[in-house]
């Protein structure tokens, strides 16, 4: 099974870059690396993916290594409303469509 | 344009009862999933649907737990015989395409589900 692992808790200051890794030794050939945010009582909410190489949208920034075995989720300039948990998703094998979320890392900002 | 939505958003129902959740997903979206979270849980993976292929039932975690759904359209989860360890928030997804790995699923509210 294409389990992700993540670091269960993180805190960080306003202003700062947070960098989250998130280990997927089991990646399939065509499974993409997608990154979601979930704040408390609410559904997970996208925010990024890629699938090698580095993926930088209006919010965040998606670093993959050439063995696409790892991937870092990077939000710069982090403000209190960035607090949440963060997920990281890959597929379960080609020709499935089990999606396994991670642990989540629960990232508070401090002021 | 709608996003996913989720009924009832909270739902409160006594030890042995049965309740249906249900989902609508994004208009056009082929696939539709169902996760639980129980609290301060990570998403659990409970079935998936696309389109008029046979749903993988593998997550369900007993066979009180069933889903059903029509074509590309509502999606309902029902669970029998309601336990005090099936309090939690159901959450459903629904994408575009599924199979090729690149699908971003969009979450509905979740229904907030407490056995008492």
């Known amino acids: 099974l294409a389990k992700t692992t993540q670091p269960i808790s993180m805190d960080s200051y306003e202003g700062q870059e947070v960098n989250i890794t998130c280990s997927h030794n089991?990646?399939?050939?065509?499974?993409?690396i997608t990154w979601y945010q979930q704040f408390p009582s609410q559904g997970p909410r996208f925010i990024i993916q890629g699938y090698k190489t580095k993926v930088t949208n209006e919010v965040a920034s998606l670093f993959i290594p050439a063995d696409r075995k790892s991937s870092t989720l990077s939000l710069p300039r982090v403000s209190l409303s960035d607090t949440a948990v963060y997920y990281c998703?890959?597929?379960?094998?080609?020709?499935?469509?089990?999606?396994?979320f991670g642990t989540g890392t629960r990232l508070k900002v401090l002021a | 344009g709608a996003g996913v939505s989720q009924s009832p958003s909270n739902k409160v129902t006594e030890k042995g009862k049965d309740v249906e959740l249900r989902c609508d997903p994004i208009?056009?979206?082929?696939?539709l999933y169902w996760y639980r979270q129980r609290l301060g849980q990570g998403l659990e993976f409970l079935i998936y649907f696309q389109g008029n292929s046979a749903p993988d039932k593998s997550g369900l975690p007993s066979d009180r737990f069933s889903a059903e759904r029509t074509g590309e359209s509502v999606s309902t989860l029902t669970i029998q015989r309601t336990q005090q360890e099936d309090s939690a928030v159901y959450l459903c997804?629904?994408?575009?395409?599924?199979?090729?790995?690149?699908?971003?699923?969009?979450f509905g509210p979740g229904t907030r589900l407490l056995v008492l």
């Open positions: 998703l890959v597929g379960d094998g080609p020709g499935t469509y089990k999606y396994i």
């Open positions: 208009s056009g979206h082929t696939a």
């Open positions: 089991n990646i399939a050939t065509n499974d993409y």
């Open positions: 997804a629904s994408s575009l395409v599924v199979g090729t790995g690149e699908e971003t699923q969009y």
